[in-house]
C-alpha cells in the first residue's frame, strides 16, 4: 500500500482532518478535555489555542489505540499466515507502547489520558470486525488479505495522528514531547512496512 506524505507534519493528508470530539451534553463549542473534577461536575473548555488541540489530539489518539490494540488482537487469532500473526501481535505490542508514552505525556499536562473517545477509529474496529472477523470467506488465505487490509487502515489512522502531535509538540516547543511521539510515529511507519511486505510477498499472491 503506496503512502502519500503529508510535508507539513510528516503524517498522511488526513492529519488536518482529525475529529474533535464533542461530549454530547457539552454546551456549544465547549468539550470535556481536562477530566479535572470541579465539586463533583467535569470541567469543560474550548479550544483556544494550540496547546489545547494538542492535548485534545493526544487524548484522541489514546483513546484509538485503546480501540485499536484489542481488535488488532482479534486480527492476530483469526489469521493463518504465521508471519502476519506474529507481526499483529507485535502490533499489539507497539499500540500498548504508544498508549504508555501518550499516558504519560497527557497527564504531564495535567489532563485525563481518557478525556476523548475516538470516533474515527471506532467506525475503522466496527469496520474490521465486520469485513475481517464476521464475514464468510471460501479460504482463508482470503481471509488473511483481509486482515491486512482491514488493520493497515487503523495504523493509517494512527500515522496521521502521531503525526499530528509531532508537529504540534515543536511549534510549542515542547522538544521531549516530540521526540517521544516522534519515536511512536517511526515505530508505527515500521509496521506498516512490515505488513505490506508481507501482502505482497506472500498474502495477498496465496489469495489470487
Keep these: 500500500m503506496q503512502q502519500v506524505v503529508c ?17 454530547p451534553d457539552a454546551p456549544g463549542p465547549e468539550r470535556v478535555r481536562s477530566g479535572h473534577l470541579n465539586q463533583g461536575k467535569i470541567d469543560t473548555m474550548s479550544m483556544n489555542d494550540l496547546k489545547d488541540i494538542y492535548i ?15 481488535v488488532t488482537a482479534e486480527l492476530a487469532k483469526a489469521a493463518s499466515d504465521s508471519e502476519l500473526t506474529d507481526a499483529l501481535e507485535a502490533g499489539v505490542k507497539g499500540i500498548e507502547q504508544g498508549m504508555e508514552t501518550l499516558k504519560k505525556l497527557i497527564e504531564g499536562h495535567g489532563a485525563d489520558p481518557k478525556g476523548e473517545h475516538c470516533k474515527g477509529m471506532e467506525g475503522l474496529v466496527k469496520e474490521a470486525r465486520a469485513h475481517a ?46 521526540e517521544a511521539l ?12 512490515r505488513m505490506t511486505k508481507i ?5 495477498n499472491a496465496a489469495a489470487v
Design 199 to 203: 501482502a505482497e510477498t506472500d498474502v
Design 7 to 23: 510535508e507539513s507534519c510528516n503524517a498522511l493528508p488526513s492529519c488536518a482532518a482529525l475529529d474533535h470530539h464533542v461530549a
Design 133 to 178: 472477523l464476521e464475514e464468510s470467506f471460501g479460504n482463508d488465505e482470503a481471509r488473511d488479505a483481509m486482515i491486512v487490509s482491514q488493520y493497515q487502515r487503523m495504523v493509517h489512522y494512527a500515522i496521521a495522528g502521531y503525526g499530528c502531535l509531532v508537529a504540534y509538540a515543536k511549534r510549542l516547543g515542547l522538544n521531549e514531547d516530540a
Design 182 to 193: 516522534q519515536t511512536c510515529l517511526d515505530e508505527t511507519y515500521d509496521g506498516d512496512r
Design 56 to 70: 485534545d489530539q493526544m487524548q484522541d489518539i489514546y483513546s484509538a489505540n485503546n480501540q485499536s490494540a484489542k
